[in-house]
């Protein structure tokens, strides 16, 4: 019996013991990922005199000031690369939505000669790296004088034969009974796309969506080799600019705040939506 | 190996957040296994007999009372001390093992004395391979098997440790309708040749019947009755047992006791021999579908007693099942107003299906009176 | 029945109709497709020709757009050029220290996070946070708190002091400092991807058979290797690959911590002088660019292969 005691003791203990270094570990790991954030935050509200008098940095401000936001916006273009970024971002993923749903449709649900051909070497596109592309599109790019102007930024990002092929897939879901179905009723196939397969498959969609919008909002490689006049630099490039030539001298406290600044729009989104980004990143992200 | 509850009971808060009350699963369970029986947790569905089997083996702790093994208490032991097997309901095979991998997993995880070599192991495998009679299958994996063949394999699992306890979660709810019957029969072989105490959970009255030497019958977590299947069929502690237990199910009327006669509508269905002392009330009665006798064929055999009243319905229909003859029927008095009433008689009766009404006497051993208040057996 | 003869009557020859309606939809089709087709072929297709043209195009002038002649030149080239040698030796290390110890550290979190009721979507959306911020930014914030400088030593090295190290510069100090950065930061990058891949892998694994195993007396860790690892092995491995191409093409990260000038930092990438070669202050050579991003697809194509017939063969273990 005390045998029977001890085990059950034992056990307990264990459990005991397992949970603390569980929660230890998530904790720790906690502390890893939201440091920076918070530090960010922290060194963007003490003031330039104050930051440069830490030689040791302290963890928490007594005098927090809003200076170092309106440097961010008055004495660089933070303003002027955060709207780039917006009309970048909205431009950008609304074409390739309509690029590509036009050809998740095709592929869905059309009846053509060459199909299967068509869709195979669509597929086998996936397997080509963008690295691999990227030195003629700037060549090209650059040929065709576009080089400074939004269409130049946008143009080469608004196809993903991945995006395709995650829609296609989705719209084959959808019964074809319905499609017939709407044939009979004089529906035509734009107005079914729209009206039908689009709301349907609009989980999707808007998956989709947000990993674009993710993914334009941190676009560095391609503006930075696209834009050289400040005047077109998206979020990233005006960092690595603000970083190189802004404020003067190593204003850090305004570098904060202009990181701040552009990390909220995504944070913001990802608060809001953290359920739908997760599961549409776990369906068809890849990122590391 | 016994085993023994005493006011067992588990509550779990309840899924809906916003209700802040919790569901009690089990619920003060005070009673006894005995050694070496085959015994059938019988219930609808989320009436807490899952859980209880999860205490019993302890993937879960109670919240109060305690579970006893023979005299030792093994309330808190966790569950790989117990010395259980377990069957599930979807078997639990791991399906990138082979059968001999996975009925060897329980040996491996033994450790000092008690530690196997692999000789030992394989050949422990197939013994119990023997006892359920898969031996032949030991290099597939479970995916290459048929449900039925999988539930043997599960079964071995369970066995090869040469568990105290077997239990036995839904074993035959994942099967067709043939399997099931040959599976059960099974089940009763097996535990008739290791004599392992065997506790079976089940929502199939009918399976718990066929093969229990013992069946508990559970709702909202609390034991009803507990006993022989028969005995527990024949006389029901109250209107939910003798509901849940029979195939077709028993036939309910309201009706009352007056002047000391069973009466459904104007019918005197027990005369004063059979209602003693009962005072007059109104009451649910019960009657299984063969204690109706119909009353054409008594009169025929010059059998009728008599001292019971007749029975009159509205005759819907006429079932033949070749052995029996099903005679639909319903009443005014029925619980739920138009329900289909069924009747089992001998298909030596010739009834005229034209007929629009029947005339049945009662076998009084098949009539069960039960308190409208309380639901409890009076008669 | 009458109508539909009616219908048919008017629409004239019925067969070569249905055989124009098939013609019509076919073109419609096309015209779907259009748009996508364009700018793969520009922006994908084409490409892929031209810059195994360039590759072999010796002496390319990107002003005349001419050249005087074809040959292996530009690989050879890239092959000498030590910022070239020093980038691969750059991504080889971030490779190797950065996939098996961000999965293994994944696995870790996720089993973790998997064994917890309370807490558990609190501490997943924390851990996805670095998913959806921008690298340049938070980098930055990292170079900060690394950075040693004349006004402070930074908070890390405040943090060593209190071990009795430091302080050390590990923005433009010694290499492998440099390198700690480097892989910290791109663990702290990749792995909201990996946790999020693995908790799911995690929890699609039926309890069922973690409870067999328990009644069966089986410890955790022999459920972990056991039951848990060979039933998420293709998650694991799906993870391996993509990490090992995604840290081959590790770029963005150094530019966050070490800023565009990585050369000078000597700590390039292959992507990183592939970029440097076709613009910027040592570019225009888009010759060199396309023969260095070839070398990097070859890699990258290869050490895929190889993953994928090891995945193969221990699958059908």
Known sequence: MSDYDQISKKARTARIVRKTVTYSLLVLWGIIVLFPFYWMILSSIKSYGSYNAEFTPKFITTEPTMQNYIDAFTKVNLGRYFLNTIVFTVVTTALMMLVIVFAAFAFSRLQFRGKNLVFTLFLSLMMIPSELVIITNFVTITNWGLRNTFTGLILPSVTSVFYIYLLKENFEQIPDDLYKAAKVDGTSDMKYLFKVMVPICSPTIVTVVILKVIECWNAYVWPRLITDDPKYFLVSNGISEIRENGFGRENIPAMMAAVVVISIPLIVLFLIFHKKIMAGVSRGGTKG | MKIRFEGLTKRFPNRNKKIKSEVVAVDNFSFEIPDGKLVGLLGPSGCGKSTALNLICGLETPTEGKIFFDDDDVTDLPAENRGVGMVFQSYALYPHLTVKKNIMFPLQNLKGEQKMTKEQMEAKALEAAKIVQIEELMDRKPNEMSGGQQQRVAIARALVKMPRVLLLDEPLSNLDARLRIQTREEIKRIQNTTKITTIFVTHDQEEAMSISDLIVVMKDGAVHQIGKPQEVYDSPVNLFVAKFLGTPPINVFTGRIKDGKLLIGEDTILGKDYVKDTKDQEVFIGIRPEGFLLREDKEKNGKLDGKNGVFHADLLAIEVMGRDTSVVFSHGSSEIEGTRLRAIVSSDNQIDPESKTVAFDVNPKKVFVFSKETQERLL | ?317
């Open chain 3, 1 to 317: 029945m009458s109508v539909q003869q009616e219908t048919k009557i008017q629409a004239g020859k019925p067969k070569s109709n249905a055989k124009f309606l098939k013609r019509l939809n076919a073109f419609k089709a096309w015209l779907y497709l259009l748009p996508a087709l364009v700018f793969l072929g520009i922006f994908m297709v084409y490409p892929l020709i031209d810059v195994l043209v360039y590759s072999f195009e010796e002496g390319y002038n990107s002003a005349s757009q001419t050249s005087f002649g074809t040959g292996w030149f530009n690989y050879a080239y890239v092959l000498h050029d030590p910022y070239f040698l020093q980038a691969v030796k750059n991504t080889f290390i971030i490779v190797i220290i950065t996939v098996p110890l961000s999965t293994l550290l994944a696995l870790l979190i996720s089993l973790a996070l998997n064994s917890i009721k309370k807490l558990k979507e609190v501490f997943q959306t924390i851990f996805f946070l670095p998913y959806v911020t921008n690298t340049l930014a938070v980098g930055l914030v990292f170079m900060i708190m690394f950075k040693k400088t004349p006004y402070t030593d930074g908070l890390i090295n405040m943090i060593l002091a209190i071990f009795k190290t430091g302080p050390i510069d590990f923005i433009d100090g010694p290499y492998w400092a440099k390198m700690f950065v480097m892989c910290f930061y791109t663990i702290w990058v990749v792995l909201p991807f990996k946790v999020l891949i693995l908790t799911s892998a995690l929890a699609s694994v039926d309890e069922v058979y973690y409870k067999a195993a328990k009644i069966d007396g089986t410890s955790r860790f022999r459920m972990f290797t056991h039951i848990t690892l060979p039933m998420i092995s293709p998650m694991i491995f799906y993870l391996v690959i993509t990490g090992f191409i995604g840290a081959f093409k590790a770029y963005s990260d150094e530019v966050a911590i070490f800023g565009t000038n990585l050369n000078s930092a000597g700590m390039n990438t292959i992507v990183g002088y592939v970029y440097d070669m076709l613009y910027g202050d040592s570019g225009g050579y888009p010759s060199y660019a396309a023969a260095a991003a070839l070398i990097l697809f070859a890699i990258v194509f290869t050490i895929t292969v190889v993953n994928l017939l090891i995945s193969k063969k221990t699958s059908i273990r």
